[in-house]
């Protein structure tokens, strides 16, 4: 198929194959293509149940959790036949994802998206400030000075930038414990063996269930996030749903 299209589409090397930009451009059309071929056929025969269709969303495990999965779970409800991936990631690029073809959807920055992408505009996700519910009548200044960040990992920048946004960073300890994982995160918020920041989504049920607790009602940071895809000659009906169910402003 090389020498046919006269163009690489992979690179060999000691870690395996790889494919070349071209070789991406490929895999998504293919994938495109397969689904066009199955919708099209299905409304020729008249048997819509026919076909099965899958596709991959990949985003950060607080947006998935708190908005991606709940939406697109309604429209796997209206549509049985579709099977969806929900790739959470907090470590890998979401962009990387979508452009090697191993996710068709991706949540990520608004800064990453690319021209070659089409994408929609998500409402943004707001960072609040959170500790242990035991920590709720202690003054930030002690809390900063006194306890330390828990964030992702070293390259986790959102709780010291919310910080710099209101001059409060040059109070904070250096040194951070990390989990890169949500789960084990907020846990540790918990337990006392630190503070973070959380999506206000993802933050409100541990809020209202008093294992957590705002530290700064005042104190938020606001990332702005999309919703992208590479274009189709033609968006199967079941992507369509998806993309405006997963924008759709509440």
Not at 40 to 60: A, D, N, Q
Not at 158 to 166: A, E, G, H, N, S
Request: hydrophobic share 40%.
């Amino acid at each position: 198929m090389e020498k046919q299209l006269a163009v690489t589409l992979f690179t060999r090397s000691r870690k395996g194959m790889r494919l070349t930009q071209e070789g991406e451009s490929l895999l998504r059309y293919v994938q495109a293509a397969r689904d066009l071929e199955g919708d099209t056929l299905s409304k020729i025969s008249g048997k819509k149940e026919s076909s099965f269709f899958e596709v991959c969303i990949s985003g950060t495990s607080t947006l998935m959790r708190s908005r991606i999965i709940p939406k697109a779970s309604l429209v796997m409800k209206k549509n049985p036949k579709l099977r969806v991936r929900f790739d959470i990631t907090d470590t890998d690029s979401v962009l990387g994802k979508l452009k090697t073809g191993f996710a068709q959807i991706g949540a990520l920055p608004a800064s990453q998206v690319g021209l070659e992408l089409d994408s929609k505009t998500l409402a943004p996700e707001r960072y609040v400030l959170v500790g242990t519910s035991a920590w709720k009548k202690r003054k930030l200044d002690d809390i900063l000075a006194n306890e330390p960040i828990i964030d992702f990992d070293p390259q986790d920048t959102v709780t010291l930038d919310l910080l710099k946004k209101y001059k409060l960073a040059g109070k904070a300890q250096k040194l951070r414990n990390y989990a890169n994982n949500i789960d084990a995160l907020t846990y540790m918020l918990q337990q006392g063996l630190g503070y973070s920041t959380l999506t206000e989504e993802f933050a409100r049920p541990y809020i209202k269930d008093g294992s957590l607790c705002l530290l700064a009602n005042d104190l938020h940071l606001d990332y702005s996030v999309a919703l992208a895809w590479y274009p189709r000659t033609e968006m199967p009906p079941y992507f369509k749903q998806l993309v405006e169910s997963l924008t759709k402003k509440i």
